[in-house]
């Protein structure tokens, strides 16, 4: 089946890091099986979730080996490569294509403010060092150079980048967005927006943290979007919200990595100076996490993963 490209839930994956600081590779590995089997459409690496910004570069790389020989051509992996300069960006980007990954996510770091022109040279750049799709990243509230409108537009000319990531809970922006790029650039949502209305506006899926933790759930609500199930996606979406309002008080590979703890996957705590999840917030992790479907509270037999007995998604099958 070939390639038609990236859609659905692509959970944002967590970096576990041992004490020494190695990548835990075992515990990386079943997650990302268990997703699959989950029924997701994808794994991003090294994103926010990810703690890209905390890990050094043989990390990540390392980070991205495991994941792709995990994923084992089931699913598309994307992996992320931020910098602050066009020249380690294209190292970085050249490297995950070699390592096989299957598109890039580009984030753009940045000290001093960056001019518009600045920031499109960085992400053409990336672009034009590799075969790969690129998913342009675009968070207004933690990045101190952002993509404006009329980067974006400019950027969506580029044969290549043909996604883009949004995390400003501006929904209006996001259908600005929508119709600036004319469909030469499909959008995904972040954990920020609420993924149900970003579907209802033309959205392609969502890379998210939380689709680590209910991934079952996850799927079941894009398939409800894609089928036009407006009112079963919503009453879906309204349960897998509470999750989201929780991961928004707390430091958020904090909430993934602690709601997989409890989940059985020993991926440790957020790398300092960050800190773990607290108590209350372990405890209401833990509260919504098997409320998301209040009708099911029982494991899905064959799964780590607590939630409903949603539909299953057809078999993804994944042609480079």
């Not at 926010?48 to 050094?56: H, I, M, N, R």
């Not at 960006?89 to 753009?108: H, S, T, Y």
């Not at 150079?145 to 974006?152: K, M, N, Y």
């Not at 689709?211 to 009112?231: F, K, T």
């Amino acid at each position: 089946m070939a390639d038609t490209g990236f859609h659905g839930v692509f959970p944002y994956l967590v970096s576990p890091v041992s004490a020494s600081g190695e990548i835990m590779a075992e515990v990386l590995a079943r997650l990302c099986d268990d997703l699959i089997g989950a029924g997701v459409h994808g794994l991003t690496a090294l994103g926010s979730t990810g703690e890209f910004a905390y890990l050094s570069w043989p990390q990540r790389r390392r980070v991205a080996e495991v994941v792709v020989g995990a994923a084992r051509g089931r699913v598309p992996v994307v992996a992320g490569v931020a910098a602050t300069t066009i020249a380690d960006a294209v190292f970085q980007a050249r490297e995950m294509q070699a390592l096989g990954c299957d598109g890039i996510l580009a984030v753009l770091e940045a000290y001093f403010p960056i001019a518009d022109d600045g920031v499109y040279s960085y992400f053409a750049a990336i672009a034009e060092s590799v075969a790969l799709p690129i998913v342009i990243y675009t968070n207004p509230n933690f990045q101190r150079a952002d993509l404006s409108l009329p980067v974006i537009h400019r950027l969506s000319r580029i044969p290549n980048i043909r996604y883009l990531k949004d995390a400003s809970t501006n929904t209006g922006r996001l259908l600005s967005i929508i119709n600036q790029v004319e469909g030469r650039m499909a959008v995904f949502a972040a954990s920020a927006h609420i993924p149900a209305c970003v579907m209802l506006i033309g959205g392609k899926g969502w890379m998210a943290g939380p689709a680590c933790v209910v991934p079952r759930q996850s799927v079941g609500l894009y398939e409800r979007c894609r089928r036009g199930d407006w009112n079963g996606a919503m009453d879906l979406q309204r349960k897998l919200w509470r999750i989201n309002e929780v991961f928004a008080k707390y430091n958020l590979a904090a909430c993934i990595k602690g709601g997989l703890e409890l989940q059985g996957y020993p991926v440790g705590a957020p790398l300092a100076p960050q800190t773990p999840l607290p108590p209350a917030g372990i405890g209401e992790v833990r509260a919504n996490s098997a409320r998301s479907d209040p009708s099911v509270e029982t494991e899905i037999p064959g799964s780590p993963f607590v939630g409903p007995h949603l539909p299953s998604a057809a078999p993804v099958v994944y042609t480079k």
